[in-house]
């Protein structure tokens, strides 16, 4: 399936509005990196809901938004969000010397 990805931040996931949030484990981090991989192109509530352990909202979205900061996942216009992050890919390109990163 392919999907049109937006390579901007959605306001759902802006890290600003979520000071109440906790700070997560390592542990929560990759299990919401492994089942974001698991599940392909999903919503963020597809995501909460196939997560194996309970994960507080909040907290959720501020591992997405961190997601999102690094380039690991985008999303599509239906905010459907998707691992994007492959490091054979980006060493392949980190090889080339007609690539140069753009910050």
Same mark, same amino acid.
């Given at each position: 399936?392919?999907?049109?990805?937006?390579?901007?931040?959605?306001?759902?996931?802006?890290?600003?509005?979520?000071?109440?949030?906790?700070?997560?484990t390592?542990?929560?981090?990759?299990?919401? /990196?492994?089942? %974001?991989?698991?599940?392909?192109?999903?919503?963020?509530?597809?995501? !909460? =809901? @196939?997560?194996?352990?309970?994960?507080?909202?909040?907290?959720?979205?501020?591992i997405?938004?961190y997601?999102?900061?690094?380039?690991?996942?985008?999303?599509?216009? /239906?905010?459907? %969000?998707?691992?994007?992050?492959?490091?054979?890919i980006?060493?392949? !390109? =980190? @090889?080339?010397h007609?690539?140069?990163?753009?910050?």
């Amino acid at each position: 399936m392919v999907i049109a990805m937006q390579a901007t931040l959605e306001n759902n996931f802006d890290c600003r509005n979520l000071k109440n949030a906790h700070s997560p484990t390592l542990d929560t981090v990759i299990m919401v /990196e492994e089942t %974001i991989k698991k599940l392909g192109a999903c919503t963020i509530t597809q995501l !909460y =809901k @196939a997560l194996p352990k309970t994960v507080i909202y909040p907290t959720l979205k501020l591992i997405i938004s961190y997601f999102y900061a690094k380039g690991f996942v985008m999303s599509d216009k /239906e905010g459907k %969000i998707v691992w994007v992050y492959n490091p054979e890919i980006m060493k392949k !390109y =980190k @090889a080339r010397h007609d690539l140069k990163v753009r910050l």
